[in-house]
């Protein structure tokens, strides 16, 4: 049947077909543009046979009333293969005014006039790209033309409801209690916590990211993203969930990595108290140059060589040293130089546990949150801080869950609940 289909097409589109026979980039295009036609046509007529979401003369209401079959309305859909017109039944109850589209809901259809299909390949593109080129890039892969505003639209919408989702999972844990089924059995779990920040409409506010991650059975390292604009409270749920799916409660070795802050202390303390806190390496090195740069001056040969020398102790987990030193360099400074060793000698003393770092190389652990810091910029700054941006919270939150429901390889399990239609 396939090979006859195909025999009548290409006697139809020969002539169309012959002019850039030669041309294996024209012709490829030129049967796109023919199956674009085809598949326009084809999927007119399998909606003009459908049942239109007739479900009868009467169905019931809400209200406790029935809603009464009036009469099928149109509506014009763009898809990716151009605009359709699809006949819907409509029902209207004459008691309490409410009015239903069953065609709608079943279908996935929401209140923009853009299929499925064609609102999936939009948010597929903006995970990555601004609105305006996804805009150019809709256009250039199906010869459709949707504009910016619709594209966020859309986005906003299927955002929110992956953003709803997440906080449904949240709030059914809080009243059922039920812990997520760990979907994998790692060896050694690492839970590493950030801090970005995002351009909103009244300023900069801080997006708290998490990656989890961990080696496979084929020593593949896996990776799971947490992103919110929420306080730290949600932000700490949410990630206590996500790393139970990672296989939290089922490993012994479990490695929190983070730079100290003190919302990154209390969230491990509440969740992750029995796993092994480590300050970012490379983090507690900043704070070595940042005195080394007021006691020598920044740039400078002294500086340099002090700072490296004290970041060797502090590798080599000889904190006990690194503090005695810098309490006898206190005794011969003043005012600026002075406070800057009181600042680091505070830090290091405040994190001694948390910086043995000889311990921790040798059980392998890393120490550093080089994950979490790609984390902040893959997550939020390749997609939330390109380049003039600026959002609301709803935007922003909306279109970050989205983006994280991608990286999370949950993109199919969102499009099954029709989020358009929701």
């Given amino acids: 049947m396939n090979e006859r289909i195909i025999e009548q097409l290409l006697d139809t589109f020969k002539k169309d077909f012959e002019l850039v026979q030669n041309d294996l980039g024209a012709l490829e295009q030129a049967v796109q543009e023919k199956m674009r036609l085809l598949g326009k046509g084809f999927f007119q007529k399998l909606l003009d046979s ?61 209140s923009e006039q853009i299929s499925p299909g064609l609102a999936q390949a939009c948010c597929l593109l903006a995970v990555d790209d601004s609105f305006q080129q996804v805009s150019q890039k809709i256009e250039q892969l199906f010869g459709q033309r949707v504009c910016d505003d619709t594209v966020k639209q859309v986005v906003h919408k299927v955002g929110s409801v992956a953003l709803q989702q997440h906080n449904e999972e949240l709030e059914s844990f809080f009243t059922n209690r039920q812990i997520p089924e760990a979907q994998a059995t790692p060896q050694k779990l690492y839970i590493t916590v950030d801090g970005t920040t995002v351009h909103e409409d009244d300023g900069w506010h801080e997006a708290k990211v998490g990656c989890i991650y961990w080696e496979d059975e084929q020593l593949k390292r896996q990776r799971r993203y947490i992103a919110s604009l929420d306080n730290s409270g949600i932000f700490g749920w949410q990630l206590w969930l996500e790393a139970c799916r990672c296989g939290l409660r089922q490993r012994k070795e479990v490695v929190y990595i983070g730079d100290g802050a003190g919302w990154i202390r209390t969230e491990h303390q509440k969740h992750f108290s029995k796993s092994t806190f480590i300050i970012d390496f490379y983090h507690a090195s900043e704070h070595i140059w940042d005195c080394g740069k007021i006691l020598f001056g920044e740039g400078s040969i002294q500086a340099d060589r002090w700072v490296h020398n004290r970041i060797d102790w502090l590798a080599d987990g000889s904190t006990r040293k690194l503090l005695n030193d810098l309490k006898r360099r206190r005794k011969r400074h003043r005012n600026l ?7 680091l000698i505070r830090y290091i003393s405040g994190n001694e ?11 392998g652990y890393d120490i550093g949150s080089g994950a979490v810091e790609a984390a902040c910029k893959s997550v939020v700054g390749k997609r939330l801080k390109q380049s003039g941006m600026r959002w609301s919270r709803a935007g922003s939150s909306a279109t970050l869950a989205l983006r994280v429901t991608w990286l999370n390889n949950r993109w199919e399990q969102l499009w099954q609940k029709k989020p358009l239609a929701a």
């Fill in 50 to 110: 459908g049942s239109h979401g007739y479900q009868g003369s009467s169905i019931a209401c809400r209200c406790g009333d029935s809603m009464r079959f009036v009469q099928h309305r149109p509506k014009d859909i763009h898809t990716v293969f151009g605009w359709i017109k699809a006949k819907r039944s409509y029902y209207y109850c004459p008691d309490c005014g409410n009015s239903f589209v069953p065609f709608d809901k079943a279908s996935g259809l929401g």
């Fill in 337 to 343: 130089k002075r406070e800057a060793l009181d600042t």
């Fill in 353 to 363: 546990e948390q910086m043995r770092y000889d311990v921790f190389r040798s059980k």
